[in-house]
Protein backbone atom coordinates (compact mmCIF):
# COMPACT_ATOMS: atom_id res chain seq x y z
CA UNK A 1 0.00 0.00 0.00
CA UNK A 2 3.10 2.40 1.05
CA UNK A 3 4.65 1.85 -2.84
CA UNK A 4 1.32 2.11 -4.19
CA UNK A 5 1.21 5.75 -2.60
CA UNK A 6 4.13 6.89 -3.57
CA UNK A 7 4.13 5.68 -7.06
CA UNK A 8 0.63 7.13 -7.16
CA UNK A 9 1.58 10.99 -5.43
CA UNK A 10 4.87 10.43 -8.05
CA UNK A 11 2.95 10.40 -11.13
CA UNK A 12 0.76 13.21 -9.94
CA UNK A 13 3.78 15.54 -9.55
CA UNK A 14 5.41 14.35 -12.82
CA UNK A 15 1.61 15.50 -14.23
CA UNK A 16 1.71 18.53 -12.63
CA UNK A 17 4.64 19.84 -14.59
CA UNK A 18 2.53 20.00 -17.69
CA UNK A 19 -1.06 20.10 -16.21
CA UNK A 20 -1.21 22.43 -12.87
CA UNK A 21 -4.43 22.21 -10.76
CA UNK A 22 -5.61 25.60 -9.56
CA UNK A 23 -8.08 25.73 -6.66
CA UNK A 24 -10.96 27.90 -6.36
CA UNK A 25 -12.18 29.46 -3.24
CA UNK A 26 -15.51 30.41 -2.41
CA UNK A 27 -17.49 31.92 0.19
CA UNK A 28 -17.84 30.08 3.80
CA UNK A 29 -21.92 30.70 3.09
CA UNK A 30 -21.77 28.89 -0.42
CA UNK A 31 -21.49 25.00 -0.45
CA UNK A 32 -20.02 23.59 -4.21
CA UNK A 33 -21.82 20.64 -4.79
CA UNK A 34 -21.36 20.75 -8.28
CA UNK A 35 -24.45 20.04 -10.69
CA UNK A 36 -23.77 22.24 -13.97
CA UNK A 37 -21.55 24.73 -14.91
CA UNK A 38 -21.72 27.30 -17.73
CA UNK A 39 -19.36 29.65 -18.19
CA UNK A 40 -21.18 32.85 -20.07
CA UNK A 41 -19.21 35.65 -21.55
CA UNK A 42 -19.04 37.71 -18.62
CA UNK A 43 -19.76 34.94 -16.39
CA UNK A 44 -20.16 31.82 -14.82
CA UNK A 45 -23.14 30.15 -13.37
CA UNK A 46 -22.83 27.06 -11.01
CA UNK A 47 -26.18 24.64 -10.47
CA UNK A 48 -25.33 23.11 -7.13
CA UNK A 49 -27.46 19.56 -5.95
CA UNK A 50 -28.88 22.18 -3.19
CA UNK A 51 -31.12 23.39 -5.92
CA UNK A 52 -29.11 26.81 -6.27
CA UNK A 53 -27.54 28.60 -8.80
CA UNK A 54 -25.05 31.16 -8.24
CA UNK A 55 -23.56 33.48 -10.92
CA UNK A 56 -20.06 34.24 -10.32
CA UNK A 57 -18.32 37.69 -11.78
CA UNK A 58 -14.50 38.52 -11.78
CA UNK A 59 -14.09 33.89 -11.49
CA UNK A 60 -10.32 34.23 -12.12
CA UNK A 61 -9.72 36.78 -9.72
CA UNK A 62 -8.64 36.39 -6.00
CA UNK A 63 -11.87 37.32 -4.70
CA UNK A 64 -14.71 35.83 -6.96
CA UNK A 65 -17.66 38.16 -6.41
CA UNK A 66 -20.91 35.46 -5.66
CA UNK A 67 -24.41 36.14 -6.53
CA UNK A 68 -27.60 33.92 -5.79
CA UNK A 69 -29.48 33.64 -9.45
CA UNK A 70 -31.88 30.92 -8.82
CA UNK A 71 -33.12 28.72 -5.59
CA UNK A 72 -35.07 26.02 -5.17
CA UNK A 73 -34.70 23.61 -7.84
CA UNK A 74 -34.67 20.29 -7.56
CA UNK A 75 -30.86 18.82 -7.85
CA UNK A 76 -30.44 20.54 -10.95
CA UNK A 77 -27.26 18.26 -13.05
CA UNK A 78 -26.90 20.18 -15.62
CA UNK A 79 -26.99 23.99 -17.39
CA UNK A 80 -27.00 24.76 -21.12
CA UNK A 81 -27.49 28.35 -22.80
CA UNK A 82 -29.63 28.44 -25.33
CA UNK A 83 -31.90 30.96 -27.62
CA UNK A 84 -31.55 33.77 -24.63
CA UNK A 85 -32.64 31.27 -21.71
CA UNK A 86 -30.80 29.08 -19.47
CA UNK A 87 -32.00 25.47 -19.46
CA UNK A 88 -31.23 23.35 -15.94
CA UNK A 89 -31.97 19.44 -15.93
CA UNK A 90 -33.90 18.93 -12.44
CA UNK A 91 -35.44 15.51 -11.77
CA UNK A 92 -38.77 15.73 -13.01
CA UNK A 93 -38.13 18.02 -15.56
CA UNK A 94 -36.13 20.41 -18.15
CA UNK A 95 -36.75 23.84 -17.05
CA UNK A 96 -35.51 27.05 -18.91
CA UNK A 97 -34.78 30.49 -17.10
CA UNK A 98 -33.61 33.99 -17.51
CA UNK A 99 -33.71 36.92 -15.89
CA UNK A 100 -35.79 39.30 -17.43
CA UNK A 101 -35.53 42.39 -15.45
CA UNK A 102 -30.93 42.42 -15.34
CA UNK A 103 -31.81 42.76 -11.98
CA UNK A 104 -29.09 39.76 -11.53
CA UNK A 105 -31.24 37.06 -10.58
CA UNK A 106 -33.73 34.68 -12.58
CA UNK A 107 -37.28 36.24 -13.18
CA UNK A 108 -38.83 33.68 -15.54
CA UNK A 109 -38.84 29.68 -15.46
CA UNK A 110 -40.67 27.43 -17.05
CA UNK A 111 -41.47 23.97 -18.20
CA UNK A 112 -39.95 22.93 -21.13
CA UNK A 113 -40.52 19.05 -20.50
CA UNK A 114 -41.49 16.81 -18.40
CA UNK A 115 -44.06 13.24 -17.97
CA UNK A 116 -41.26 11.17 -17.40
CA UNK A 117 -42.50 9.62 -13.66
CA UNK A 118 -40.20 9.09 -10.13
CA UNK A 119 -40.40 6.64 -7.83
CA UNK A 120 -39.23 8.95 -5.24
CA UNK A 121 -35.81 6.64 -5.48
CA UNK A 122 -32.87 8.65 -4.23
CA UNK A 123 -30.67 7.35 -7.38
CA UNK A 124 -33.20 8.85 -9.85
CA UNK A 125 -30.65 11.36 -11.13
CA UNK A 126 -31.62 13.30 -14.49
CA UNK A 127 -28.10 14.51 -16.45
CA UNK A 128 -28.51 17.34 -19.17
CA UNK A 129 -29.65 18.77 -21.53
CA UNK A 130 -27.22 18.64 -24.17
CA UNK A 131 -28.33 20.19 -27.70
CA UNK A 132 -27.81 17.74 -30.83
CA UNK A 133 -27.09 18.83 -34.39
CA UNK A 134 -30.79 18.91 -34.99
CA UNK A 135 -31.63 21.24 -32.45
CA UNK A 136 -33.23 18.43 -30.00
CA UNK A 137 -32.58 18.55 -26.32
CA UNK A 138 -31.00 15.35 -24.95
CA UNK A 139 -31.39 13.91 -21.65
CA UNK A 140 -30.37 10.64 -20.04
CA UNK A 141 -31.99 9.22 -16.98
CA UNK A 142 -30.23 6.76 -14.13
CA UNK A 143 -32.04 3.34 -12.66
CA UNK A 144 -33.10 3.58 -8.99
CA UNK A 145 -31.18 1.61 -6.56
CA UNK A 146 -33.44 -0.31 -3.42
CA UNK A 147 -36.71 1.09 -2.60
CA UNK A 148 -39.46 2.59 -4.64
CA UNK A 149 -41.82 4.12 -2.37
CA UNK A 150 -44.25 5.44 -5.23
CA UNK A 151 -43.92 2.17 -7.09
CA UNK A 152 -41.75 1.25 -10.63
CA UNK A 153 -41.56 4.13 -12.70
CA UNK A 154 -41.23 3.92 -16.48
CA UNK A 155 -37.67 5.41 -18.50
CA UNK A 156 -35.12 4.80 -16.27
CA UNK A 157 -32.10 3.61 -17.70
CA UNK A 158 -33.53 5.66 -21.09
CA UNK A 159 -31.74 8.70 -23.42
CA UNK A 160 -34.63 11.03 -23.90
CA UNK A 161 -35.32 13.56 -26.86
CA UNK A 162 -36.96 16.49 -26.78
CA UNK A 163 -38.19 18.89 -29.25
CA UNK A 164 -38.88 22.66 -29.07
CA UNK A 165 -42.86 21.99 -28.03
CA UNK A 166 -41.75 19.51 -25.21
CA UNK A 167 -42.62 16.69 -27.07
CA UNK A 168 -40.02 14.06 -25.87
CA UNK A 169 -39.53 10.53 -26.85
CA UNK A 170 -37.06 7.52 -25.41
CA UNK A 171 -34.53 6.97 -28.18
CA UNK A 172 -32.14 4.24 -26.24
CA UNK A 173 -32.46 1.89 -23.41
CA UNK A 174 -30.37 -0.38 -21.34
CA UNK A 175 -28.43 2.63 -19.81
CA UNK A 176 -26.86 2.34 -15.85
CA UNK A 177 -26.02 5.38 -13.89
CA UNK A 178 -24.60 7.38 -17.46
CA UNK A 179 -23.47 10.48 -15.48
CA UNK A 180 -22.53 12.48 -18.49
CA UNK A 181 -24.65 13.20 -21.77
CA UNK A 182 -22.72 15.40 -24.46
CA UNK A 183 -23.34 16.41 -28.21
CA UNK A 184 -19.61 16.28 -30.30
CA UNK A 185 -18.79 18.63 -32.48
CA UNK A 186 -20.37 17.20 -35.48
CA UNK A 187 -23.25 17.10 -33.26
CA UNK A 188 -23.70 13.04 -32.28
CA UNK A 189 -24.54 12.59 -28.63
CA UNK A 190 -21.93 10.15 -26.58
CA UNK A 191 -22.48 9.41 -23.09
CA UNK A 192 -20.51 7.73 -20.21
CA UNK A 193 -21.97 5.23 -17.99
CA UNK A 194 -21.02 3.72 -14.82
CA UNK A 195 -20.22 0.53 -13.81
CA UNK A 196 -22.46 -1.97 -12.16
CA UNK A 197 -24.35 -5.15 -12.72
CA UNK A 198 -25.56 -5.54 -16.38
CA UNK A 199 -22.39 -2.85 -17.06
CA UNK A 200 -19.13 -4.86 -17.30
CA UNK A 201 -17.37 -1.61 -16.60
CA UNK A 202 -17.69 1.45 -16.93
CA UNK A 203 -17.82 3.12 -20.39
CA UNK A 204 -17.94 6.03 -23.17
CA UNK A 205 -20.10 5.71 -26.17
CA UNK A 206 -22.56 6.92 -28.96
CA UNK A 207 -26.38 6.92 -27.87
CA UNK A 208 -27.27 4.54 -30.80
CA UNK A 209 -31.16 5.82 -32.21
CA UNK A 210 -33.52 2.67 -31.35
CA UNK A 211 -30.19 0.81 -29.24
CA UNK A 212 -30.20 -1.15 -26.31
CA UNK A 213 -27.02 -0.60 -24.25
CA UNK A 214 -27.04 -3.57 -22.15
CA UNK A 215 -29.04 -2.81 -18.51
CA UNK A 216 -32.08 -4.81 -18.44
CA UNK A 217 -34.08 -2.44 -16.20
CA UNK A 218 -36.44 -0.16 -18.28
CA UNK A 219 -36.69 -2.22 -21.18
CA UNK A 220 -40.55 -2.47 -20.18
CA UNK A 221 -40.72 1.35 -21.41
CA UNK A 222 -40.16 -0.23 -24.87
CA UNK A 223 -43.90 -0.79 -25.24
CA UNK A 224 -44.54 2.76 -24.53
CA UNK A 225 -45.57 4.68 -27.36
CA UNK A 226 -43.15 7.35 -26.98
CA UNK A 227 -40.41 4.68 -27.22
CA UNK A 228 -37.98 3.91 -30.60
CA UNK A 229 -36.28 1.02 -29.24
CA UNK A 230 -37.98 -2.45 -29.41
CA UNK A 231 -38.13 -4.81 -26.94
CA UNK A 232 -35.00 -6.74 -26.87
CA UNK A 233 -36.59 -9.76 -25.29
CA UNK A 234 -35.25 -11.53 -22.49
CA UNK A 235 -31.91 -10.54 -21.39
CA UNK A 236 -29.40 -13.89 -20.33
CA UNK A 237 -27.74 -13.53 -17.36
CA UNK A 238 -24.36 -14.86 -18.21
CA UNK A 239 -21.72 -15.05 -20.63
CA UNK A 240 -19.63 -12.41 -21.79
CA UNK A 241 -20.82 -9.02 -23.29
CA UNK A 242 -19.81 -9.68 -27.02
CA UNK A 243 -22.25 -13.06 -26.69
CA UNK A 244 -24.90 -10.69 -25.33
CA UNK A 245 -23.97 -8.52 -28.58
CA UNK A 246 -24.64 -11.37 -31.13
CA UNK A 247 -27.51 -12.54 -29.11
CA UNK A 248 -29.90 -9.51 -28.17
CA UNK A 249 -31.47 -7.69 -30.36
CA UNK A 250 -30.20 -3.98 -30.99
CA UNK A 251 -27.20 -4.76 -28.10
CA UNK A 252 -25.07 -1.93 -28.49
CA UNK A 253 -20.85 -2.48 -27.80
CA UNK A 254 -19.21 0.50 -26.56
CA UNK A 255 -17.00 2.34 -28.04
CA UNK A 256 -14.56 2.85 -25.29
CA UNK A 257 -15.00 -0.14 -22.04
CA UNK A 258 -12.60 2.27 -19.54
CA UNK A 259 -11.12 -0.35 -17.26
CA UNK A 260 -12.21 -0.46 -13.09
CA UNK A 261 -9.66 0.94 -11.18
CA UNK A 262 -6.81 0.43 -14.22
CA UNK A 263 -8.20 4.17 -15.13
CA UNK A 264 -11.00 5.47 -12.82
CA UNK A 265 -14.23 3.77 -11.46
CA UNK A 266 -16.95 5.88 -12.21
CA UNK A 267 -16.94 8.63 -15.04
CA UNK A 268 -19.16 11.56 -15.31
CA UNK A 269 -19.08 14.69 -17.61
CA UNK A 270 -17.01 15.09 -20.53
CA UNK A 271 -15.53 17.95 -23.18
CA UNK A 272 -13.90 17.53 -26.81
CA UNK A 273 -10.76 19.99 -26.55
CA UNK A 274 -11.43 21.04 -29.84
CA UNK A 275 -9.38 24.47 -29.58
CA UNK A 276 -5.90 22.86 -28.57
CA UNK A 277 -6.21 23.85 -25.02
CA UNK A 278 -4.63 20.98 -23.85
CA UNK A 279 -1.81 21.50 -26.38
CA UNK A 280 -1.04 18.17 -28.38
CA UNK A 281 -4.58 16.32 -27.30
CA UNK A 282 -6.54 18.82 -29.69
CA UNK A 283 -9.83 16.64 -30.89
CA UNK A 284 -9.91 13.98 -28.11
CA UNK A 285 -12.37 13.60 -25.24
CA UNK A 286 -11.17 14.81 -21.68
CA UNK A 287 -13.35 12.75 -19.44
CA UNK A 288 -14.09 13.45 -15.35
CA UNK A 289 -14.30 10.61 -12.60
CA UNK A 290 -16.29 10.87 -9.51
CA UNK A 291 -14.40 8.46 -7.75
CA UNK A 292 -10.89 8.87 -8.87
CA UNK A 293 -10.52 12.62 -8.57
CA UNK A 294 -9.17 12.51 -12.48
CA UNK A 295 -9.30 14.07 -15.88
CA UNK A 296 -8.53 11.17 -18.13
CA UNK A 297 -8.90 11.40 -22.29
CA UNK A 298 -10.23 9.15 -25.01
CA UNK A 299 -9.75 9.19 -28.85
CA UNK A 300 -12.28 7.57 -31.36
CA UNK A 301 -11.83 5.99 -34.66
CA UNK A 302 -14.80 5.12 -36.85
CA UNK A 303 -14.68 1.43 -38.40
CA UNK A 304 -17.00 -0.07 -40.31
CA UNK A 305 -19.40 2.66 -39.62
CA UNK A 306 -19.59 2.69 -35.78
CA UNK A 307 -16.94 4.52 -33.06
CA UNK A 308 -14.35 2.68 -31.41
CA UNK A 309 -11.26 4.17 -29.51
CA UNK A 310 -8.91 4.19 -26.73
CA UNK A 311 -8.62 5.86 -23.24
CA UNK A 312 -5.71 7.45 -21.50
CA UNK A 313 -4.32 8.69 -18.08
CA UNK A 314 -3.76 12.60 -18.33
CA UNK A 315 -4.28 14.51 -14.39
CA UNK A 316 -4.82 12.46 -11.20
CA UNK A 317 -5.13 14.50 -8.00
CA UNK A 318 -7.90 16.89 -8.00
CA UNK A 319 -9.34 17.52 -4.82
CA UNK A 320 -12.98 15.80 -4.90
CA UNK A 321 -15.00 14.00 -7.08
CA UNK A 322 -15.34 15.22 -10.54
CA UNK A 323 -18.44 15.60 -11.56
CA UNK A 324 -18.58 17.93 -14.20
CA UNK A 325 -16.60 19.80 -16.68
CA UNK A 326 -16.40 23.03 -18.56
CA UNK A 327 -13.79 25.55 -20.46
CA UNK A 328 -12.87 28.34 -19.06
CA UNK A 329 -12.11 31.41 -21.29
CA UNK A 330 -8.68 31.36 -20.88
CA UNK A 331 -8.87 28.05 -22.18
CA UNK A 332 -8.26 25.89 -18.68
CA UNK A 333 -10.57 23.61 -17.88
CA UNK A 334 -13.10 23.73 -15.08
CA UNK A 335 -13.61 20.94 -12.86
CA UNK A 336 -16.71 20.97 -11.08
CA UNK A 337 -16.86 18.63 -7.92
CA UNK A 338 -19.01 17.04 -5.39
CA UNK A 339 -19.27 13.87 -2.81
CA UNK A 340 -22.21 13.57 -1.07
CA UNK A 341 -23.29 9.88 -1.22
CA UNK A 342 -20.64 9.54 -4.15
CA UNK A 343 -17.49 8.40 -3.16
CA UNK A 344 -13.96 9.86 -3.83
CA UNK A 345 -10.41 9.36 -3.56
CA UNK A 346 -10.15 13.06 -2.95
CA UNK A 347 -10.67 14.16 0.31
CA UNK A 348 -12.29 17.39 0.39
CA UNK A 349 -16.50 16.83 -0.17
CA UNK A 350 -17.33 19.55 -2.54
CA UNK A 351 -15.64 22.51 -4.85
CA UNK A 352 -14.48 23.48 -7.95
CA UNK A 353 -10.51 23.93 -9.67
CA UNK A 354 -9.30 24.71 -12.91
CA UNK A 355 -6.51 22.79 -14.67
CA UNK A 356 -4.36 24.50 -16.94
CA UNK A 357 -1.88 23.29 -19.42
CA UNK A 358 1.20 24.64 -18.77
CA UNK A 359 2.68 24.90 -22.27
CA UNK A 360 5.08 21.74 -22.05
CA UNK A 361 4.23 18.74 -23.83
CA UNK A 362 5.01 15.72 -21.91
CA UNK A 363 6.39 12.88 -24.05
CA UNK A 364 3.34 10.99 -24.12
CA UNK A 365 1.56 7.94 -25.83
CA UNK A 366 -1.01 10.59 -27.80
CA UNK A 367 -3.25 8.24 -29.80
CA UNK A 368 -3.97 4.27 -30.15
CA UNK A 369 -5.42 3.69 -33.79
CA UNK A 370 -5.89 -0.09 -34.90
CA UNK A 371 -4.73 -0.82 -38.48
CA UNK A 372 -5.25 -4.24 -39.95
CA UNK A 373 -2.56 -5.83 -38.69
CA UNK A 374 -2.68 -4.45 -35.29
CA UNK A 375 -2.03 -0.99 -33.78
CA UNK A 376 -0.24 2.28 -34.46
CA UNK A 377 1.21 4.16 -31.95
CA UNK A 378 1.52 8.04 -32.13
CA UNK A 379 3.43 9.93 -29.70
CA UNK A 380 3.61 13.43 -29.22
CA UNK A 381 7.52 13.67 -29.15
CA UNK A 382 9.80 11.42 -31.27
CA UNK A 383 11.19 8.20 -30.13
CA UNK A 384 14.41 7.31 -29.65
CA UNK A 385 14.71 4.00 -32.01
CA UNK A 386 17.61 2.86 -29.72
CA UNK A 387 14.99 2.41 -27.13
CA UNK A 388 12.75 0.56 -29.17
CA UNK A 389 13.12 -3.49 -27.71
CA UNK A 390 10.28 -5.91 -29.39
CA UNK A 391 9.88 -7.68 -25.79
CA UNK A 392 9.65 -4.78 -23.50
CA UNK A 393 6.11 -4.00 -25.78
CA UNK A 394 3.65 -5.61 -23.84
CA UNK A 395 -0.37 -6.42 -25.71
CA UNK A 396 -3.13 -8.31 -23.90
CA UNK A 397 -6.22 -8.20 -24.40
CA UNK A 398 -9.76 -9.68 -22.30
CA UNK A 399 -13.54 -9.00 -22.22
CA UNK A 400 -16.08 -9.01 -19.72
CA UNK A 401 -18.77 -10.94 -18.22
CA UNK A 402 -23.00 -9.47 -19.20
CA UNK A 403 -24.20 -10.56 -15.77
CA UNK A 404 -26.29 -9.48 -13.37
CA UNK A 405 -23.45 -9.39 -10.52
CA UNK A 406 -22.26 -6.12 -9.69
CA UNK A 407 -19.24 -5.73 -12.52
CA UNK A 408 -16.64 -7.84 -13.86
CA UNK A 409 -13.49 -8.73 -13.89
CA UNK A 410 -11.46 -9.23 -17.18
CA UNK A 411 -12.34 -12.48 -19.03
CA UNK A 412 -10.71 -14.42 -21.84
CA UNK A 413 -7.49 -12.94 -21.40
CA UNK A 414 -4.57 -13.37 -23.49
CA UNK A 415 -1.35 -12.00 -24.07
CA UNK A 416 -0.23 -11.20 -27.81
CA UNK A 417 3.02 -11.74 -29.47
CA UNK A 418 4.40 -8.33 -31.29
CA UNK A 419 5.76 -9.67 -34.61
CA UNK A 420 7.26 -6.73 -35.80
CA UNK A 421 7.92 -2.82 -34.68
CA UNK A 422 8.35 -0.34 -37.25
CA UNK A 423 9.53 3.43 -36.75
CA UNK A 424 8.28 6.20 -38.44
CA UNK A 425 10.80 8.37 -40.25
CA UNK A 426 9.94 11.00 -37.89
CA UNK A 427 9.70 9.18 -34.94
CA UNK A 428 6.06 10.13 -33.74
CA UNK A 429 4.54 6.68 -35.01
CA UNK A 430 5.63 3.07 -33.87
CA UNK A 431 3.41 0.64 -36.08
CA UNK A 432 2.72 -3.03 -33.93
CA UNK A 433 2.17 -6.18 -35.97
CA UNK A 434 0.31 -8.63 -33.55
CA UNK A 435 0.72 -12.54 -34.52
CA UNK A 436 -3.39 -12.81 -33.37
CA UNK A 437 -5.97 -10.30 -33.39
CA UNK A 438 -9.39 -10.83 -32.15
CA UNK A 439 -12.42 -8.04 -32.81
CA UNK A 440 -14.78 -7.60 -29.66
CA UNK A 441 -11.89 -7.48 -26.65
CA UNK A 442 -10.06 -4.52 -25.16
CA UNK A 443 -6.74 -4.20 -25.87
CA UNK A 444 -4.10 -3.57 -22.93
CA UNK A 445 -0.88 -1.68 -25.12
CA UNK A 446 2.14 -0.89 -22.81
CA UNK A 447 5.41 0.45 -23.89
CA UNK A 448 7.66 1.39 -20.37
CA UNK A 449 10.90 1.17 -22.29
CA UNK A 450 10.22 4.19 -24.55
CA UNK A 451 12.46 7.28 -24.36
CA UNK A 452 12.65 10.40 -26.31
CA UNK A 453 16.00 11.69 -27.51
CA UNK A 454 16.21 14.19 -24.70
CA UNK A 455 16.07 11.08 -22.46
CA UNK A 456 12.50 11.62 -21.53
CA UNK A 457 10.13 8.53 -20.42
CA UNK A 458 6.67 8.23 -21.30
CA UNK A 459 4.51 10.21 -18.67
CA UNK A 460 2.00 7.41 -18.50
CA UNK A 461 2.46 4.39 -20.84
CA UNK A 462 -0.29 2.09 -20.99
CA UNK A 463 -3.76 2.38 -23.11
CA UNK A 464 -6.80 0.91 -24.00
CA UNK A 465 -8.40 0.12 -26.59
CA UNK A 466 -11.33 -1.22 -27.46
CA UNK A 467 -11.47 -3.34 -30.64
CA UNK A 468 -14.93 -3.43 -32.25
CA UNK A 469 -13.91 -4.26 -35.76
CA UNK A 470 -10.17 -4.59 -37.32
CA UNK A 471 -9.98 -2.25 -39.44
CA UNK A 472 -9.60 -3.04 -43.47
CA UNK A 473 -7.15 -0.98 -44.85
Known amino acids: MVIFALSFLCIQNQEADYFEVIDFVAPEEVVLEVGGLLPLEDALLIATRRGEIWRVDDAFGSKPIFSLWAEGLQEPLGLLAHEGWIYAMQRGELSRMRDSSGDGRMDDLETVADGWHLSGNYHEYAFGPTLAGDGSLWMTLNKPFGGEPFGRAPWRGWALRAQADGSWEGVAAGLRSPAGVRASPWGEVFFTDNQGEWCATSKFTAVVEGGFHGHPWGIDSCDLPSSRVQHPGEIPDGGTVNEAAAAVPGYQLPAVWIPWDLLGRSPSDFVWDTDGNFGPYRGQVMVGDQYSAEVFRVSLQKVAGRWQGACYPLRKGLKAGVSRLA????????????????????????????????????????????????????????????????????????????????????????AHSVEALKLSADGTQLDVTLSDFRPGFVYEISAPGLIAPSGQTLLHDTAWYTLLSIPQE
Open 327 to 414: WAKDGSLWCGMTTRGWPSLGTATEGLQRIRWTGKTPFELLEVRAVPQGFQLHFTLPVDSVSIVLEDLHVRSWTYHHWSTYGSGPVDEA
